[in-house]
């Protein structure tokens, strides 16, 4: 799957989803180091990338053969790319 400028999921697309897995997931976290505790209305940061990929774990979409993949990310409000892995490697088990 490649998903870009995607927002959160609504139910639609999670019906959709369901049922079907993905070998990759190539997702945009454009706003990494944004802390926010909503939905953002346009991009990804890393709070709902993660959210995104718990929801597409629990319908079954991506499993542990899943290989994903960050992509799209800005220059504003953006980790390091060592930070941005840590962050990755302590949050996504699939």
Same mark, same amino acid.
């Given at each position: =799957?490649?998903?870009? #400028? !995607?927002?959160?999921?609504?139910?639609? !697309?999670? #019906? *959709?989803?369901? $049922?079907?897995? +993905?070998? @990759?997931?190539?997702? /945009?976290? !454009?706003?990494? $180091?944004?802390?926010?505790?909503?939905?953002?209305?346009?991009?990804?940061?890393?709070?709902? *990338?993660?959210? =995104?990929? #718990?929801? =597409?774990? /629990? @319908? $079954?979409? @991506? #499993?542990?053969?899943?290989?994903? *993949?960050?992509?799209? @990310?800005?220059?504003? *409000?953006?980790?390091?790319? /060592?930070d941005m892995?840590? +962050?990755? !490697?302590?949050?996504?088990?699939?």
């Amino acid at each position: =799957m490649y998903a870009s #400028d !995607t927002r959160c999921y609504g139910r639609e !697309t999670w #019906d *959709f989803l369901n $049922g079907k897995r +993905a070998d @990759i997931v190539l997702m /945009e976290c !454009t706003f990494s $180091g944004r802390d926010t505790d909503m939905y953002v209305d346009l991009n990804l940061d890393m709070k709902n *990338f993660l959210l =995104m990929l #718990d929801n =597409m774990r /629990e @319908i $079954g979409f @991506i #499993d542990s053969r899943t290989q994903i *993949f960050a992509k799209h @990310i800005s220059h504003k *409000f953006a980790l390091l790319h /060592e930070d941005m892995q840590r +962050a990755f !490697t302590k949050a996504v088990t699939v």
